[in-house]
C-alpha cells in the first residue's frame, strides 16, 4: 500500500491521551501533505472507537474518553486470546494492564512485546511508566488488614500507579492488633484517598475512616472461614459501617477500586478528568 499506510507502534515517554493524539494530529498532517489519501484517514480514525477481532472488540476511544486505555480481563482467556488483544491495545495506547493472568500468558506475550512487568502477587501484566518517580503525584495510600489481602491491595495499587500516582503501602495492620493501624496515623492524615483492602470480617475500612478527613475506599475480600459467604459478610460489613466518608466497591475488585483513587488523586491536583 506504500505511503497509504500507517505505522502501528507504541509511543513511549507520553501518556496515553497524548500518545493517541499525537497519532491523530501525524495522520491529518501526513493528509495534509499528500502522503494519505482520504479514506486511509477514514478508515484509520474509524479504528480509534473499537477494533474488532472477531473474540473481541476492542475499544480504542476509552482512552479519550475516560484518560486511560481498555484494560483486559484475563481470566477465562486463553493466553493467544490476551496476546492479541494486547499488541492491538499498543497501538494506540503507551500503557498497557492485564489483570487476573498468569505467568503462562506473560511469558507468551513477552515473545511479542518489549518491556512488560509481571506481578506475581496480583497476578498482573502490566508496562511500565516511563515516568521519573519524582513526577508521580503524591496522596493515594493501599492498605490491607491482612498478608493474605495483599494480591487484590496490589491489584489496587499497580492500578493506581498505572495512573501515574506514587503509591504508599500499607499492608497487615488490621483490627487484630490495632496498634500496628495506629503507628501510621501520620501516613493516613497526609493521604488525599485511601483505599483499604480487608477480608475475615471486613471492619477495617470504616475503622481508617474514623481517623481521617479523606474518602475511604472499601475493598472486600474473599478471605475469611465458612461464615464469611466468600466476602459477602465483609461487604455487608463495609456497606453497614457508621463512619461516613466510606465508599464500597465489589468483592476482590482492587482493579476498581485503584481506578477510583486515581480519579480522585486527578482531581485533587486540578486535572481534568
Known amino acids: 500500500m506504500g505511503n497509504n499506510t500507517f505505522s502501528e ?21 501526513k493528509y495534509k501533505e499528500g502522503k494519505l489519501d482520504k479514506d486511509s484517514v477514514i478508515s484509520k480514525i474509524s479504528e480509534f472507537y473499537f477494533e474488532d477481532l472477531g473474540f473481541a472488540k476492542v475499544d480504542h476511544h476509552r482512552v479519550l474518553r475516560r484518560g486511560f486505555p481498555e ?10 486470546q490476551v496476546v492479541k ?6 497501538k494506540y495506547s503507551s500503557i498497557l494492564l492485564i489483570t487476573r493472568t498468569d505467568k503462562q500468558t506473560y511469558q507468551l506475550l513477552c515473545e511479542e512485546v518489549d518491556n512488560l512487568k ?28 491482612g498478608t493474605s489481602d495483599i494480591p487484590v491491595a496490589e491489584e489496587a495499587a499497580v492500578t493506581s500507579y498505572l495512573m ?27 493521604s488525599n484517598v485511601i483505599v483499604v483492602v480487608a477480608g475475615m470480617e471486613g471492619a477495617l475500612p470504616g475503622v481508617v475512616a474514623s481517623l481521617v478527613r479523606c474518602p475511604v475506599i472499601g475493598v472486600p475480600t474473599s478471605v475469611g ?6 466476602g459477602l459478610s465483609q461487604l455487608l460489613t463495609m456497606l453497614n459501617t457508621c463512619s461516613p466518608g466510606v465508599a464500597v466497591v465489589n468483592i476482590d475488585n482492587g482493579f476498581g ?14 486535572e481534568k478528568v
Open 9 to 29: 507502534r507504541n509511543v513511549t515517554n507520553v501518556t496515553s491521551v497524548t500518545n493517541i493524539t499525537n497519532i491523530i494530529s501525524e495522520l491529518l498532517d
Open 225 to 230: 472461614y465458612g461464615a464469611s459467604f466468600g
Open 85 to 90: 488483544i494486547a499488541k492491538k491495545i499498543l
Open 257 to 270: 477500586a485503584g481506578y477510583l483513587a486515581g480519579i480522585v488523586n486527578r482531581i485533587v491536583y486540578g
Open 71 to 80: 484494560v483486559i480481563y484475563g481470566k477465562n482467556k486463553t493466553p493467544e
Open 118 to 145: 509481571f506481578n506475581e502477587e496480583a497476578n498482573l501484566i502490566y508496562t511500565p511508566l516511563d515516568i521519573p518517580e519524582e513526577k508521580l503525584k503524591e496522596g493515594i495510600t493501599v492498605v490491607s488488614a
Open 164 to 190: 501515574e500516582n506514587k503509591v504508599r503501602k500499607i499492608y497487615d495492620v488490621g483490627v487484630a492488633g490495632i496498634h500496628r493501624l495506629l503507628s501510621y496515623k501520620d501516613e493516613l492524615l497526609n
